[in-house]
């Protein structure tokens, strides 16, 4: 009797921990699986991290589609939009769009998802800056007006990162965990610690999608995103180390690759410490470190050193005629006896592994900066408590190890972080650049904004307030039978995908 | 040697062996370890950071992650927080998912089957391979047997975990391409992280079993009963294998909270959607309240296995309870 029990518990628990489907997802002619990391809500109030905004993307509907390819912003549901002074937008609506469920995706379904994102009670984490707005109406079924107190020419494209959800359907459903589309595809089925399977929605108001099928199969580990594509598990995945980029280009069903990304890396000073409040402490890091020999080495070529700016091409503003700071080391030596170091200077730095390559990057930049005096106390913290690390400024490094990058391309949302309204700002920031940034955010045409950007990087610049060391390289995989344009911004979208002619 | 009478011996045979002081002993015990776990990972928690601060996005200014703090009350004293917190469990309020808006031990129960299936039959077959070799290296007649089995194991057991969970990823699903590498869509992708598992654990059950059968080998009651003419493999089993078990009980019990730990880096390395991979993104994405379930579901798995082989050493050897 006990072993029976025993057995039909055992048989049990495999039934209900044992989904049904037989074979391994491999690759159909129709599916494409990509790899994603652990996802943790559908809902666009919540959504932040990359493999949720590119889930989002895909199965709801925005205003605006920002291209990462080429920096353009492009219509999704809006099919154009007009401003006035900055402060006054129109968009109208594509006629006709519905939800999975056949509620209308019109002009007042957008004006009911504005007011819940911006309701205290949804406590929605995405709306950083939306308090500028100051109404959002809809005069009729195919026109949104959103009017700001004070001018916001990006707002457009930081709509590209707002996905709307149905207000009926919404009054008895959890958003969080449950989907009803309107974008490219359609929810299958899902499991946030294992995958989400995609599936074609016929009734897109938009271009369909080549691939009828898109599987999104979560994989935390790197390693095992590499081992997956060497047995043809995946055919898309990205996030690859420079070195097994290397080692996966000698397989012949893929294709691997690497672009500079959007994330710019850089070195932020801790300016409640003394030591390095001199300009020419700040001027002097920059020429000692030879981010050429470091983009070449530890990313393999598949990145070079940015320009004295932390923004990418294709963004507004960013200025093709600065260039690298120059790497010089007897300059850096001047400099540093200049400011009475001439004995040296140990400075500690805090390095965080959620960046690609980061810990072997500070260990090249602080070999290179012992050659001209400067002693650096390295700190490689896990990704677990990197925030808490930055976050403390008393008790924090001298210097930081960051990358920064901007979720819908804007300029600002990477220049908001180096005033001292910054996150990461530790102690005085710079008045002038403050300043300027936001007469930036106040301009009301494009060419004046992208004027006022570039001045306020330079004042950075010449401050030295960063040390500028290179974009993040996008590193990628996919199989040779599939069709992609690299875009940086780390969400690969399987409607982007399609098969090779 | 003390005298029972014949029916303070009867008496003794039909009372059950586990004493309820020894259970409310026992279960006090666990309430104050479950106590300390959530205590300790709460204050982990918040001391690596203001949740706010990740549920925030990157690009959100000091001032913005500020006031997300205060939506979310992430801005009170951390003791204050704390007492809310442990007061409203007592009432049996538990937070939400802060990212499905999920009962939190809903979100872990849901995890809960997987891991079990991969715990359990790993230790299953595990404990049946180590008491196998365990045996053969003490009691078996051929010498090849007495050793290269439990040398093998020694091997195994040299190898770490995520090193052997590679290791058969290379040989089976890149080199032979027999099994899936990752994932959880068939049985098949149950098979390299079980055996992975087994091989934590297989190791420690021969070492114990063996080294407990060779120390009770000479025994007095084994040579009365090879004196008494019973054979020689009767003698083995019977006498001295059943006897070297309660050892080795405790010890697979133990081996249950070991995999379950370790199943946090197996099923990373796997991908396998279990408890171990909720328990690191909840942490990572700061989803607290989850992250407190697990932990308290873990705490409690932990302390009901090793009261089950608590409870299971009593019944083979009725002394341990007054030890």
New interface residues.
């Given amino acids: 009797m006990r072993n029976k029990l025993l057995v039909a518990a055992v048989a049990g628990l495999i039934a209900v921990a044992i989904p049904g489907g037989g074979a391994p997802a491999l690759a159909a002619e129709d599916t494409v699986t990509v790899a994603s990391l652990p996802l943790l809500t559908f809902d666009p109030a919540f959504a932040r991290t990359v493999q949720d905004l590119s889930i989002m993307s895909q199965v709801y509907s925005s205003l605006t589609t920002a291209s990462f390819v080429d920096g353009n912003l492009t219509g999704n549901l809006a099919r154009e939009w007009s401003d006035v002074d900055g402060k006054e937008f129109t968009f109208k609506l594509v006629p006709g769009a519905k939800f999975a469920n056949g509620e209308p995706l019109d002009a007042h379904a957008v004006v009911w998802n504005f007011k819940r994102l911006m309701d205290p009670a949804t406590q929605a984490t995405v709306i950083t800056d939306f308090n500028l707005i100051t109404s959002v109406e809809a005069p009729d079924a195919e026109t949104v007006i959103i009017k700001t107190s004070t001018p916001w020419l990006e707002l457009p494209r930081r709509l590209s990162a707002i996905s709307f959800i149905a207000p009926e359907w919404a009054k008895t459903h959890n958003p969080k965990v449950e989907v009803n589309p309107s974008g490219p595809y359609t929810v299958v089925d899902y499991d946030f610690a294992s995958h989400v399977t995609l599936k074609r929605n016929e009734n897109y108001f938009g271009e369909k999608p080549a691939f009828e099928n898109a599987i999104y199969r979560v994989i935390g580990n790197n390693q095992t995103r590499v081992t997956s594509l060497r047995s043809g598990e995946l055919n898309f995945a990205n996030g690859i180390s420079p070195l097994d980029v290397e080692q996966l280009s000698s397989l012949e069903d893929l294709k691997v690759g690497a672009i500079p990304g959007r994330r710019v890396h850089v070195l932020r000073f801790n300016m409640l410490r003394d030591n390095v409040k001199d300009v020419r402490v700040r001027q002097a890091l920059n020429y000692a470190i030879n981010k050429e020999l470091i983009t070449k080495t530890i990313y393999r070529g598949h990145t070079s050193p940015a320009s004295t700016q932390a923004l990418i091409p294709g963004q507004v503003g960013f200025d093709e005629t600065m260039t690298p700071w120059p790497y010089d080391p007897d300059k850096a030596r001047q400099l540093l006896a200049e400011a009475g170091y001439e004995n040296g200077l140990t400075l500690s730095l805090g390095v965080s592994e959620e960046y690609l390559q980061a810990p072997q990057a500070a260990q090249a930049i602080a070999a290179q900066l012992a050659e001209v005096g400067v002693t650096v106390e390295l700190n490689i913290v896990p990704t677990a408590i990197w925030t808490s690390f930055i976050t403390n400024a008393e008790n924090g490094t001298d210097l930081v190890y960051l990358g920064f990058s901007s979720t819908t391309g804007t300029s600002t949302e990477v220049m908001n972080q180096f005033t001292s309204k910054g996150r990461y700002t530790w102690g005085p920031a710079n008045a002038s650049y403050d300043a300027k940034v936001d007469a930036v955010k106040a301009a009301t045409t494009i060419e004046q904004q992208a004027e006022l950007i570039r001045e306020a990087n330079r004042i950075l610049a010449d401050d030295a307030q960063l040390v500028y060391l290179w974009p993040q390289p996008f590193t990628y995989a996919i199989s040779k039978n599939i069709e992609w344009t690299p875009r940086p911004d780390d969400r690969p979208r399987a409607s982007d995908m399609r098969p090779a002619q | 040697m003390t005298t029972v009478s014949r029916f303070g011996a009867l008496r003794a045979r039909l009372r059950s062996p586990i004493e309820p002081a020894f259970l409310v002993r026992r279960s006090l015990g666990a309430v104050v370890a479950l106590w300390g776990a959530v205590t300790i990972v709460f204050l982990m928690l918040y ?4 949740p706010a ?13 500020a006031e ?1 703090a205060r ?2 009350g992430f801005d009170q004293p951390l003791h204050k927080q704390y007492l809310d917190f442990l007061l409203n469990v007592t009432q049996g309020i538990f937070p939400n998912s ?5 009962p939190a031990f809903q979100e872990v129960l849901m ?1 809960v ?2 891991t ?2 991969l715990g ?1 039959t790993a230790v299953v077959l595990g404990s049946a391979l180590g008491l196998l070799i365990g045996y053969l290296s003490s009691s078996s007649q051929n010498a090849l047997m007495r050793t290269i089995p439990i040398r093998v194991l020694m091997f195994v057991q040299s190898v770490p975990n995520f090193f052997m969970g ?1 290791l058969l ?2 040989l089976f ?2 080199t032979l ?1 027999w099994l ?11 098979i390299l992280p079980i055996v992975t598992l087994a091989c934590y654990v297989a190791p420690n059950v021969a070492r114990l079993f063996r080294s407990t059968m060779n120390e009770t080998r000479f025994d007095e009651h084994i040579l009365t009963a090879r004196a008494k003419g019973i054979s020689e493999r009767a003698v083995r089993i019977r006498h001295n294998a059943i006897n070297a078990l309660a050892p080795v009980t405790t010890l697979i019990g133990l081996q249950l909270g070991g995999v379950l730990a370790g199943a946090v880096v197996v099923e ?7 408890v171990g ?2 328990l ?2 909840s ?3 700061r ?1 607290y309240p989850v992250a407190l379930a697990a932990v308290i579901l873990i705490c409690l798995g932990y302390n009901l296995a090793s009261l089950l082989v608590d409870i299971l050493v009593v019944i083979i050897d009725p002394r341990a309870q007054n030890r």
Avoid: C, H
């Avoid at chain 2, 802060?98 to 999920?102: E, G, H, Q, S, V």
């Fill in positions: 001391a690596t950071g203001n601060e990740v549920l925030a996005p990157e690009t959100a200014t000091a001032e913005q992650v997300l939506q979310y802060l990212y499905t808006a999920r995890r089957p997987n079990l299936l359990f590679l990823i290379y699903s890149l391409r899936p590498t990752s994932g959880f869509s068939s049985w098949r992708n149950l990373t390395l796997f991908a396998y959607p279990g991979q909720l690191v993104q942490v990572v994405s989803d």
